[in-house]
């Protein structure tokens, strides 16, 4: 079974067993939705700890969680720099032109006329539109390429290959 990340505990949360979240997960909402079952592999490498989420709420850029059966600061103080992950058989389908953020992560990025821009390593919620990291191959500073009809022209994933029309100013 392929688990996914979510986000990383970066820190607790007043003193009943919240937890700080920074989401690396497109679905926050259905992914910490009270019940969802997520693991959480602590820094320290032991093994994985399965918890069911009591509660979600957003604060600043943070989720803050609560557990299942973590109802104290103390409970939950060893989960600082866990990660949380969810299991592949909770990922639904999604609607055409809709992708997850591990399908987009790491696609090589090529130009309608065959150039090699780079690879894609992170994705930029904006609110109007996703914009993808591109880090070039050749030490250059990365490029940001907003998630757009105009800009992207073919998405596949299977071959992890995306083209892009390069509009004026797009690489500069």
């Known amino acids: ?45 032991s093994k994985p700890i399965m918890v069911k989420v009591a509660s979600h ?38 609607e055409e032109n809709e992708f997850y953020f591990h399908e987009i992560i790491g696609c090589t990025v090529e130009s309608t006329e065959g150039e090699i821009i780079g690879t894609i390593t992170e994705i930029i919620q904006t609110g109007a539109n996703d914009v993808w990291t591109v880090k070039p191959e050749k030490g250059k500073k990365d490029h940001y390429i907003p998630y757009i009809e105009d800009v992207v022209k073919s998405i596949d994933i299977e071959h992890k290959k995306i083209t892009i029309e390069v509009l004026d100013g797009l690489l500069s």
């Open 1 to 45: 079974m392929e688990w996914f990340n979510v986000g990383k505990i970066v820190n607790t949360h007043g003193i009943w067993g919240e937890v700080r979240v920074i989401s690396t997960t497109d679905f926050a909402d259905e992914r910490y939705e009270v019940g969802s079952e997520l693991a959480l592999h602590k820094a320290d490498g």
């Open 57 to 94: 709420r957003q604060h600043k850029n943070f989720d803050l969680l609560t557990f299942e059966g973590y109802s104290l600061l103390k409970d939950v103080e060893a989960f600082r720099n866990a990660i949380l992950k969810v299991s592949e058989k909770y990922l639904s389908e999604l």
